[in-house]
T-cell receptor
Framework: GEDVEQSLFLSVREGDSSVINCTYT??????LYWYKQEPGAGLQLLTY?????DMKQDQRLTVLLNKKDKHLSLRIADTQTGDSAIYFC??????????FGTGTRLQVFP | KAGVTQTPRYLIKTRGQQVTLSCSPI?????VSWYQQTPGQGLQFLFE???????NKGNFPGRFSGRQFSNSRSEMNVSTLELGDSALYLC?????????????FGPGTRLLVL
């Protein structure tokens, strides 16, 4: 079945690392994504990983994929107040239909 | 390149009316997908169009429909609006290149049904 789960909230201090976790159930997922949504805005694609990869790094962002446990994480290094937003993970099975998680609200405090 | 554009950005309608939302994909993108975002249900897939054909459809009633034009622009229509249709409607466009798959979202159309 299709189900993607995330914890609802995460609060971190500015300068620390943030780790947002996601679990999915469909092992046939081909791509997994992380999107960021700021208040009143659409979704901003942050990064994505192909299912045959374990890790992808893009500047402050590191994505880890554990395909055996169906676990995806997004690590944001040196978290800034501008990183405060809702973060969604999403999976696709090679089509353009994305299954989104519930979103994790990240709050960064000084 | 210009991003995905959606019009209108905000819309207020009353129950029973119908509404048409428009989406212009990024130049060169041929696939357009639509999503509904509500506080209760989160982000849910509506449908996807590629080369004027609907390739995929989510679990929404027949009141929700869409189409894609030859220039890849897409419209979605909701007939006989209900209060529960109040939501942010997001459009995304994509292309696929080898192992890369990127889907970019527009700012959304916020629909309020009274």
């Amino acid at each position: 079945g299709e189900d993607v789960e995330q914890s609802l909230f995460l609060s971190v201090r500015e300068g620390d690392s943030s780790v947002i976790n996601c679990t999915y159930t469909d092992s046939s997922s081909t791509y997994l994504y992380w999107y960021k949504q700021e208040p009143g805005a659409g979704l901003q694609l942050l990064t994505y990983i192909f299912s045959n990869m374990d890790m992808k790094q893009d500047q402050r962002l590191t994505v880890l994929l554990n395909k055996k446990d169906k676990h995806l994480s997004l690590r944001i290094a040196d978290t800034q107040t501008g990183d405060s937003a809702i973060y969604f993970c999403a999976e696709s099975m090679g089509t353009d239909k994305l299954i989104f998680g519930t979103g994790t609200r990240l709050q960064v405090f000084p | 390149k210009a991003g995905v554009t959606q019009t209108p950005r905000y819309l207020i309608k009353t129950r029973g009316q119908q509404v048409t939302l428009s989406c212009s994909p990024i130049s060169g993108h041929r696939s357009v997908s639509w999503y509904q975002q509500t506080p209760g249900q989160g982000l849910q897939f509506l449908f996807e169009y590629f080369s004027e054909t609907q390739r995929n459809k989510g679990n929404f009633p027949g009141r929700f429909s869409g189409r894609q034009f030859s220039n890849s622009r897409s419209e979605m229509n909701v007939s006989t609006l209900e209060l529960g249709d109040s939501a942010l409607y997001l459009c995304a466009s994509s292309w696929k290149t080898g192992n890369e798959e990127t889907q970019y979202f527009g700012p959304g159309t916020r629909l309020l049904v009274l």
